[in-house]
């Protein structure tokens, strides 16, 4: 069945980078958008970017462009999501999810979540 | 782009039936076929009830139902249960500049 796994949680001061990994099995990574979601203390998940199925493409929030890289390494089956210049405002839990298939737009498999503390 | 709003939270005896409300805009909810929800309780995965609107994903009792009407989307869950117990939060494409926008979240309570 598919599984997505994340890494460990993470503490970071403020202004470095962060990179988190997501471990998938049960599924063909080259079938589906894979997507980035991270949800702040007491707000809602908010949407952070997307890789292509090709592995190449990829789309970022507009709110975090030019901070956000999402890459996918096919040999491990691992999709990375890079945050740079962090900020407090950055503490959240992070999630990796899976596009459905068969429900485009939907995200039917998701990470158990990583959390990330900024903090000087 | 604005959260969509949800109520806090919601709450019922166990057999009886309660609806979150999720409420958007015509840039969202109103535009797309593609409204989602998911039920998350806290440290575990996210775990998607209904997608499309009103589709029920394989494994997902049939008492959770989703529909929308305007700019806005409920989740209604019939006879209540106390693994119905957790965070609900909705889910709407919004287009191919903001992408997705997602609901801020509604605690259901079993009393």
């Known amino acids: 069945q598919v599984q997505l796994v994340q890494s460990g949680a993470e503490v970071k001061r403020p202004g470095a980078s962060v990179k988190l990994s997501c471990k998938a099995s049960g599924y063909s990574l080259s079938s589906n958008f894979f997507h980035w979601v991270r949800q702040a203390p007491g707000q809602g998940p908010e949407w952070m970017g997307t890789i292509h199925p090709d592995g190449d493409t990829t789309t970022y929030a507009q709110t975090l462009q030019g901070r956000l890289t999402v890459t996918r390494d096919t040999a491990t089956s691992t999709f990375y999501m890079e945050l740079s210049s962090l900020r407090s405002e950055d503490t959240a839990v992070y999630y990796c999810?899976?596009?459905?298939?068969?429900?485009?737009?939907?995200?039917?498999?998701w990470g158990q979540g990583t959390l990330v503390t900024v903090s000087s | 782009q604005s959260a969509l709003t949800q109520p806090r939270s919601v709450s019922g005896s166990p057999g009886q039936s309660v609806t979150i409300s999720c409420t958007g805009s015509s840039n969202d909810i109103g535009a797309y076929n593609y409204v989602s929800w998911y039920q998350h309780h806290p440290g575990q995965a996210p775990k998607l009830m209904i997608y499309?609107?009103?589709k029920r994903p394989s494994g997902v009792p049939d008492r959770f139902s989703g529909s929308r009407s305007g700019n806005a989307a409920s989740l209604t869950i019939s006879g209540l249960q106390a693994e119905d117990e957790g965070d609900y939060y909705c889910?709407?494409?919004?287009?191919?500049?903001?992408?997705?926008?997602f609901g801020t979240g509604t605690e259901v309570t079993v009393l």
């Open positions: 499309d609107v009103n």
């Open positions: 889910c709407s494409f919004a287009g191919n500049s903001v992408h997705y926008v």
């Open positions: 999810a899976r596009e459905a298939p068969s429900a485009a737009k939907n995200f039917d498999f």
